[in-house]
């Protein structure tokens, strides 16, 4: 199987699919929460680097999104389970879709 040769930064994954960029990087945080090795971490010289998904990656992703939003509580039980800032969950479910 030939190795991906095209990545696309966190920042612009958010964007492209529409979703929260704080809720994206708490996802990335747990490599677990994606297929190995389609998330790479590059370093650019400039603090800590960047979170970027292959496209088998962004689909990752999105089926990790649509799965979480099955669960009960949903995207706000990941985040309190993930210990985040309340803060945090606030900004996150406001740009939550309602339903």
Known sequence: MP??????????????IGENLELLNEIASNSDNIDHGEMIHVHDGVGEGIT????????????FLADIRTWEGGV????????CDPEMIERIMADEPKL
């Open 3 to 16: 190795r991906p040769t095209l990545v696309y930064a966190i920042e612009y994954v958010a964007a492209l």
């Open 52 to 63: 970027t998904f292959t496209a088998r990656g962004i689909e990752s992703l999105q089926e």
């Open 76 to 83: 706000r039980q990941f985040l309190m389970d993930s210990q």
